[in-house]
């Protein structure tokens, strides 16, 4: 029961969240492509308890949105996850989101994972996750990174 109401109640954020965004843009006169969107603690409290479920979908989808929007709360449960969870994809969705962070922390979770990981999948997506962030890191003139590039298997 509680799974079933934590599932409807990230359900009906993420829903809110994408459809409400381009009304929360057009009111501050923001656009989509800069970092000055702020999500409400709720969400984010929300999407980082969905890292925690039994549905490997619904912690992938969580990831992903967490490392979107550049959520620095969830580095240590992403962390988690990308050490202890049994799914590669929901490893890989969290090295990922540790990647699209980007601080310090969230890039050695990434690097630890390509050693450490016992998948080879996980460990080369990790490794090349690392090695954009580098390329962008020492040569920020060329913008390298498009996530169907960087998602190769």
Excluded: W
Aim: proline share 3%.
């Amino acid at each position: 029961m509680l799974h079933k109401k934590l599932f409807v109640v990230l359900f009906v954020s993420m829903l809110l969240l994408v459809f409400m965004k381009p009304a929360l843009f057009a009111q501050s006169g923001a656009s989509p492509n800069k970092e000055s969107f702020e999500v409400e603690q709720g969400t984010v409290e929300s999407l980082i308890k969905g890292l925690s479920s039994d549905n490997a979908g619904l912690k992938s989808s969580c990831a992903y949105l967490l490392g979107n929007l550049k959520i620095t709360q969830a580095i240590i449960p992403l962390m988690r996850v990308l050490r202890n969870d049994k799914s590669e994809e929901v490893r890989i969705s969290a090295a990922l989101a540790l990647y699209k962070i980007g601080t310090p922390m969230s890039i050695n979770a990434v690097k630890q994972a390509i050693r450490f990981d016992e998948s080879e999948r996980v460990s080369k997506l990790a490794s090349n996750f690392y090695s954009v962030y580098l390329r962008n890191k020492f040569s920020p003139d060329i913008n390298i990174y498009e996530d169907r590039d960087v998602v190769q298997k």
